[in-house]
């Protein structure tokens, strides 16, 4: 299994968007756009928010996550509850 690095952008990170797209969240994060998709495929990132048919992450949750060293997605919901 595949081991998720977490690196926030600081750019990013002050960013007023609340809601990201796959590819603002993988720029927040560090990563490529193709690595968050497996990411989110595989369980490793939180669970987005659908509208539509379009993803998005809550920037203050990604930032959260990556400060609580990265868990896979079933343990983060573990946590905020």
Partial sequence: ??????????ELEESATILLRKEEAA???G???R???EWDLLGLVPRPVKMRRTKYWVRDELIAWAQAKCPKRD???????
Avoid: D, N
Avoid at 75 to 81: F, I
């Fill in 1 to 10: 299994m595949e081991e998720v690095r977490c690196v926030v952008s600081e």
């Fill in 27 to 29: 720029a927040l994060c």
């Fill in 31 to 33: 990563c490529a756009e």
């Fill in 35 to 37: 690595t968050w998709h």
């Fill in 75 to 81: 343990v983060w919901r573990y946590r905020q509850k």
